[in-house]
């Protein structure tokens, strides 16, 4: 079972967009839309922002949204902000009652 | 409002055994609408899933930890627990436990409420 791929790193200006993939394998990501993504700052607990797919937490902005293609799902972050730099990440079911994480990917707000 | 508290030794010997547990409030872990699961986070690196549980007894662990760890449900307490056997230096780590809604799956598959983490470090 291997992590699934994300950028290391990806960077922004205030009020642009950004993307961020998550690529996995036609037993994980590609196989069930039951992609979660987290928003975690260091020392501090992550914070759901996406399940199933698209789905979006009651309190969570609509300027997180999350979408998939094939074995790629991708977290997108519309009119970026200055508090959105931390670390995210991408979960999925893998299949055979086990889950992965990606590689996390740090987001930073120029 | 849920919130979820590890607790357990923040330093452990290797090859000893870590032992945490994770105490619900605000919520029950007999409930059939969830899991309970650990997360782990090694200094410097991402997060990790190391298993999940209901209430049922029913456990699911990653295939590179499975032989080193147990996990259960204690309902009377309101508790869940990790052992992870012949720690090393490897294991040192934030442990976080969180909770899965099922919605309607056999597993639940996100996490919605987090603990704040422990650290445990793996030294003699």
């Known amino acids: 079972q291997s992590a699934l791929t994300q950028p290391a790193s990806v960077s922004g200006s205030p009020g642009q967009s950004i993307t961020i993939s998550c690529t996995g394998t036609?037993?994980?990501?590609?196989?069930?839309?039951?992609v979660s993504w987290y928003q975690h700052y260091p020392g501090k607990a992550p914070k759901l922002m996406i399940y199933?797919?698209?789905e979006r937490p009651s309190g969570v902005s609509n300027r997180f949204s999350a979408s998939k293609s094939g074995n790629t799902a991708s977290l997108t972050i519309s009119g970026l902000q200055p508090e959105d730099e931390a670390d995210y990440y991408c979960?999925?079911?893998?299949?055979?009652?086990?889950?992965?994480f990606g590689g996390g990917t740090k987001l930073t707000v120029l | 409002q849920l919130q979820l508290q590890e607790s357990g030794p923040g330093l452990v010997k290797p090859p000893e055994t870590l032992s945490l547990t994770c105490t619900v409030s605000?919520?029950?872990?007999?409930?059939?609408?969830?899991?309970w699961g650990w997360i782990r986070q090694p200094p410097g690196k991402g997060l990790e899933w190391i298993g999940s549980?209901?209430?049922?007894?029913?456990?699911y662990y990653n295939p590179s930890l499975k032989s080193r760890v147990t996990m259960s449900v204690d309902t009377s307490k309101n508790q869940f627990s990790l052992r992870l056997s012949s720690v090393t230096a490897a294991d040192t780590a934030v442990y976080y436990c969180?909770?899965?809604?099922?919605?309607?799956?056999?597993?639940?598959?996100?996490?919605?409420?987090w603990g704040q983490g422990t650290l445990v470090t793996v030294s003699s």
């Open positions: 969180a909770r899965l809604p099922r919605d309607g799956y056999i597993y639940g598959h996100y996490f919605d409420y």
């Open positions: 605000g919520g029950s872990t007999s409930s059939s609408s969830y899991s």
């Open positions: 549980s209901s209430y049922s007894g029913s456990s």
């Open positions: 036609s037993s994980d990501v590609g196989s069930y839309n039951l």
């Open positions: 199933a797919g698209s």
């Open positions: 979960f999925s079911y893998a299949g055979s009652s086990t889950w992965v």
